[in-house]
């Protein structure tokens, strides 16, 4: 399983950045997907999941009305659209996925994901 982030770079507050990530070697249609994201000296933080059908979404209370997930299975591709970036918001940024095959709950937790990537750099300037 390979989840490849990317999209990261900097940026002025108030600005936007998209992020994606590309799976394989899973049934992407089959799993969960997340976001976390892991600031210098802070631990992983989740930021915002999608159910394997994209039908459930859930945020962070710091990003909510300001970022947004979504996913296409037919390219097995996850992509987070932040706007309105804080300096607050820099951080190295994950995907993360588990199977949804056993629960209808989007978990929100680092320890429910199985599978991650390797991190994609924002950097938001004051």
């Known amino acids: 399983v390979q989840l490849q982030a990317s999209g990261g770079g900097l940026v002025q507050a108030g600005g936007s950045l998209r992020l994606s990530c590309a799976a394989s070697?899973?049934?992407?249609?089959?799993?969960?997907m997340g976001w976390f994201r892991q600031a210098p000296g802070k631990e992983r933080e989740f930021v915002a999941a999608i159910s394997r059908g994209g039908g459930d979404t859930r945020y962070a209370d710091s990003v909510k009305g300001r970022f947004t997930t979504s996913r296409d299975n037919a390219k097995n591709t996850l992509t987070l659209q932040m706007s309105s970036l804080k300096p607050e918001d820099t951080a190295v940024y994950y995907c993360?996925?588990?199977?949804?095959?056993?629960?209808?709950?989007?978990?929100?937790?680092?320890?429910?994901?199985?599978?991650w990537g390797q991190g994609t750099l924002v950097t938001v300037s004051s």
């Open positions: 993360a996925a588990v199977s949804g095959l056993y629960s209808a709950v989007v978990p929100t937790t680092t320890a429910r994901y199985k599978y």
């Open positions: 070697g899973l049934g992407f249609s089959n799993y969960n």
